[in-house]
């Protein structure tokens, strides 16, 4: 991993792509969750 100069707005286009993903997983489980505990 080679560090060449600033990536700061690099970095904070991961973070959002990260976050984003994070929360469609978050979203996916509680549908789960939800439907399980209706089906109950």
């Keep these: ?3 060449n100069g600033p990536s700061q707005p690099n970095l904070k ?3 959002i792509s990260v976050m ?3 929360a469609v997983i978050v979203v996916m489980w509680v549908c789960i969750y939800l ?3 209706v089906r109950m």
């Design 1 to 3: 991993m080679k560090k």
């Design 13 to 15: 286009g991961t973070l």
């Design 20 to 22: 984003a993903v994070g």
């Design 35 to 37: 439907l399980y505990i």
